[in-house]
Each structure stands twice: as C-alpha cells, then as structure tokens.
C-alpha cells in the first residue's frame, strides 16, 4: 500500500463525470429544487424534497426521506459563477452537523462536459458513530450499484 | 465483507483516532518515511527540522492510532508502519466516494433525458 497517496485520498473524495450535455444544464440542474429532488436521491431515498436560496450567503435544504427515517442536509452558497463553478457548505449527519465542503466544477469536453465534485474537510468531522443511518443508507446504495440496478 | 459490517465491527474511536494522526502533515509525513522501510525513532528525528521531543509526541499518536508499530531492542527502538488502519479509514472515506458517484450517474439521467424531451 502507498501510504502517502492514502493519506492524501482521505484528505478530501474527487468524483468525475463527463456528461452528454452543456455546462448550463447542468449547472441548473444543482441550483433548481425540481431537479436536485429528482436526481439528489440514493436508493433507499423514495423522495428528495429540496429547498434552496441561490445566491452567494444563501441557504439551502435537502431533506431525503427514505421510509423510516430523514436524511437532511443542509448548507450556504460561497461561490456561484454560471456555469462554471459551484461552492457549498455540507452539513449533515454523515458530518456530524460538522460544515464540510463541496465544490463542484464544470468543464468543457468538446459537445460534453466533465463534472468535478471535490468534497473537502471531511477528517475532522468524521465521526462514524454517529452516523449510522447515513453509512447503512450508503452500503445498501454500495450493494444497489455493485448489483448493476442503478446503472 | 460489505461497508456496514465493516463499520460495525471497527470501533469509532479507533477510526476517529486514525483521522486524528492524518490530520497533521508531521506525522503524515513521518508515515510515508515509515512506508519506504522501518526506522529508528533517533533517524526520523533527525530527517525533521522539529526536536526529538516533539517528534516523539507525534510517534506516540501515531501508535495509538494503530499506525505505526515499535520494536523494542535492547537500546533500539525501531518503528514500522502498520497500514491496516489506513485500509480501515480509507473505506470509510470511500463511502463518500460512492454518494457522489451515484449522484453525478443520476444528475446524466435526469439532465441527458430532459434534453431528449426538449427535441
């Protein structure tokens, strides 16, 4: 194992995606409370209720409600610059209502564009014992995907 | 093994521990000089512009978190590196990954059919 390069990793999780459509769309897509409620959604999650202020300082609310329990999340706009560049704080369980960070950066491949999620500062709020719900949540998510039923 | 039975059976103190030692770039450092070969506490003292007390301090964190090992020879005391706990830290971290991954997979489906509609 590669110690230095697991430290770094833990330091911060780097998501990539590239998309068949603008940076505009999918841009929208995060600042739209229609759209995160249909695609800000796990599993387990039978409905995502979104409700947000779009502008820099803004707050947001994602609360997803699974069957038994509700997963809210929650957090401020600190960058908005259409379409290029998203930046949020993340509190939720899974951080211990600990602030966490999210940038989210859109770049232009060709007709297509490459989504980045950084989600930073999550050592320090890391607190597994809490967060039961979430992490349970998230290895269903886990088992869902490795059986191919959300791809 | 899935995640959650992972989570379940490694102690949160232990995993909190973990995330302690990393978050400091001395003793992150010191473990990525302990996983090229073992080494005495008196040679990373000495690799560290920082004194041999501090350094000390940092093993020790190190040693609770379960990261770093010390074998005690007559005078020698020499530390390796124990990289199970990392594992550990690191798949709990991972989880994270799998949120996003799932989100930017539904946030292709969602935009990708919108725009289909539109033609």
């Known amino acids: ?12 999780v780097v998501v990539r995606r590239t998309i068949a459509a603008s940076a505009e769309d999918l841009f929208d897509a995060w600042l739209d409370p229609q759209a995160l409620g249909a695609w800000m959604r796990p599993g387990e999650i039978h409905s995502t209720v979104a409700t947000l202020d779009a502008r820099v300082g803004g707050r947001y609310e994602i609360v997803m409600h699974g069957a038994t329990e509700q997963y809210p999340h929650s957090g401020v706009y600190r960058v908005i610059d259409r379409p290029r560049r ?10 211990e209502q600990q602030e966490s960070l999210v940038t989210v950066d859109f770049l232009a491949r060709g007709q297509r564009t490459e989504v980045v999620v950084t989600h930073e500062k999550l050592p320090e709020s890391a607190r597994p014992s809490h967060t039961n719900g979430w992490t349970s949540g998230l290895s269903r998510l886990d088992e869902a995907v490795l059986q191919g039923t959300l791809k | 093994m899935s995640i959650f039975t992972l989570m379940g059976e490694y102690s949160s103190m232990q995993l909190n521990g973990v995330f302690n030692a990393l978050g400091d770039p001395t003793r992150r450092a010191i473990l990525a000089r302990l996983s090229g070969r073992e080494a005495r506490v008196t040679e990373i003292a000495g690799e560290f512009p920082i004194s041999l007390n501090s350094v000390s301090k ?9 990261l770093v090992r010390r074998c005690i020879s ?9 990289a199970a706990p990392l594992a550990e830290a690191q798949a709990w971290i991972e989880k994270y990954r799998s949120f996003w991954e799932d989100r930017l997979a539904k946030l292709d489906t969602y935009v990708t059919s919108r ?3 539109r033609k």
């Open chain 2, 74 to 82: 007559g005078r020698e005391h020499l530390l390796s590196l124990n």
């Open chain 2, 115 to 117: 725009k289909g509609k």
């Open chain 2, 58 to 66: 940092h093993i020790r964190m190190l040693e609770r978190a379960g």
């Open chain 1, 1 to 12: 194992m590669n110690t230095a390069s697991v430290a770094v990793a833990i330091d911060a």
């Open chain 1, 86 to 95: 998203l930046v949020f704080t993340w509190i939720s369980r899974g951080t």
